[in-house]
């Protein structure tokens, strides 16, 4: 008998999902990983980077780690005076003893060097003038500048981390300032990062306070995706995020070692640093790593908010948004969404057009007047999305709330750890008055099209109710 011929079509779609699905599984199958270490499970992940050297004393190892990823390449250092003093003259060193040929060093001398688009352009016709591979000898500026110029050159690049400051060494993306705004440019990642633990702990006592907080933010953005994932908007990736959270409370239980620079501790900070880039390069997004805090930093970088004059770093501002939303995570856990009126919160959900009103009269006068619009109709739902999502929560909340639980740590023990490091723990700290860390909440919603608890709380209608709990009579942040 002539067996039934069975055609089965599967639209790009569908393959894509299946295809990911299968290769979640592998990555999560024990034999395939069964003895391998943290980073080097991330590893594996990892699209950019290929190889990642952690250790005390390990600076000679650049020329070989230099050698065995650009074989019979030219070298050249980038770094600034502080940077090159620390560290470039050793790695320059290490280099020649590896035999590996090297241009003079490139050395940024400008006292208020930033990551702005001016110094790209200025590394980057100068790496269009030769083949030669950087190797990036600082932190989050150098890194920034030397990843986008490299890419805008066409090669590959090498870091040697001087400062546990901030999770974008091995992070895709350069964070530059442009045209008066801070933007993330997309660019591969460095090939090779090597990380000495007995540099890295010498560097200035708020650089580490900084990378810190950073690393701290991972708990409040892990909720973030847990809700997302809870309410269907974007379901967790396992294996991005287990890079991140897996071992991720460990990293951050000495944050008193982690100030007077203890190598334990610093070795513990970095590498989870390392990890949060890594699980950016395998998701292809800042998800596994950015939640509503991030969206605080972003707002306050947008409107070129300063502190006294200066710049405030990343970490300090990622650290106070952190504090901000879980404190804000506690009055969501002290909501009972089983009372949830599910056709109330769908009757007072606005038309798109006025979501789209309010977006522009909030950003009116500012550089960035289309940005809220942009954002809001990017992650618009219908009412009868709004429903669906609601129901979910409404019908889930005990295990939603013993997931978040389990994720967050009390705000308490969040400002109590922030401050024994030595980070800001109040918004005046940084510059932000109480007054316009309440209106962030609400700006910051705007800005992105990311779901977080900003969502949550316009969605369920509970976002003045919060807001009044923290910043009203007897709240936190009493105005």
């Known amino acids: 008998m002539e067996s039934a011929k069975i055609t089965l079509t599967l639209d790009a779609s569908v393959i894509e999902a299946l295809y990911k699905a299968i290769k979640d599984s592998y990555m999560q199958t024990p034999n395939c990983t069964a003895g391998l270490s943290r980073v080097e499970k991330a ?122 400051s901030m999770d974008g060494y091995t992070a895709f993306g350069a964070s530059i300032t442009k045209d008066g705004a801070k933007q993330t440019f997309s660019c591969p990642a460095p090939q090779a990062v090597l990380a000495d633990i007995d540099i890295i702990r010498h560097a200035p006592a708020q650089m580490t306070a900084s990378g810190y907080a950073d690393l701290f933010a991972k708990l409040t953005a892990g909720a973030d995706w847990i809700l997302a994932d809870w309410m269907g908007v974007e379901p967790i990736d396992n294996q991005a995020w287990a890079i991140v959270q897996d071992g991720l409370k460990d990293a951050l239980a000495d944050p008193e070692g982690a100030r007077r620079g203890d190598a334990r501790a610093i070795e513990q900070l970095i590498e989870g640093l390392m990890l949060g880039g890594f699980a950016m390069q395998w998701s292809k997004s800042s998800r596994p790593a950015s939640g509503a805090e991030h969206q605080f930093s972003h707002l306050w ?61 909030m950003f009116k006068g500012t550089d960035f007047p289309d940005i809220g619009v942009q954002e809001t109709r990017a992650k618009s739902v219908t009412r009868r999305q709004l429903a669906a999502q609601l129901q979910q929560l409404k019908d889930y909340w005990p295990q939603i709330c013993r997931r978040l639980s389990d994720q967050l740590l009390p705000y308490k023990e969040v400002k109590q750890r922030l401050q024994l490091v030595g980070a800001p723990i109040e918004p005046e700290e940084i510059g932000i008055s109480r007054r316009r860390l309440r209106d962030s909440f609400v700006r910051a919603q705007y800005i992105r099209r990311r779901f977080t608890v900003l969502d949550l709380a316009v969605r369920t209608g509970y976002m003045d109710r919060w807001l009044d709990a923290l910043f009203g009579k007897g709240g936190i942040w009493e105005i």
Not at 135 to 146: C, E, F, K, M, Q
Request: charged share 20%; proline share 3%.
């Open 43 to 164: 590893l594996q992940a990892a699209s950019d980077t290929k190889a990642l050297h952690i250790g005390g004393g390990i600076i000679g190892e650049a020329g070989s780690l230099f050698a065995a990823q650009f074989p019979g390449r030219t070298a050249v250092i980038v770094a600034d005076a502080t940077t090159y003093r620390v560290a470039g003259s050793r790695v320059q060193q290490a280099l020649q003893a590896a035999g590996i040929s090297q241009l003079p060093p490139f050395v940024f001398t400008d006292p208020g060097l930033y990551a702005r688009y001016d110094y790209v352009d200025r590394l980057t016709d100068f790496l269009k003038g030769n083949s030669a591979i950087p190797v990036a000898v600082g932190s989050g500026t150098i890194n920034d500048l030397t990843k986008l110029s490299s890419h805008l050159a066409g090669r590959r690049y090498m870091t040697v981390a001087t400062a546990a």
């Open 301 to 361: 970088n947008m409107e070129h908010h300063l502190n006294q004059g200066q710049t405030v770093s990343h970490g300090f501002q990622v650290g106070i948004g952190m504090l901000a939303v879980t404190a804000f995570y506690e009055q969501v856990l002290n909501t009972s969404f089983e009372d949830l009126d599910v056709e109330a919160c769908c009757d007072r959900w606005p038309a798109d057009e006025e979501i789209e009103a309010r977006a522009r009269e």
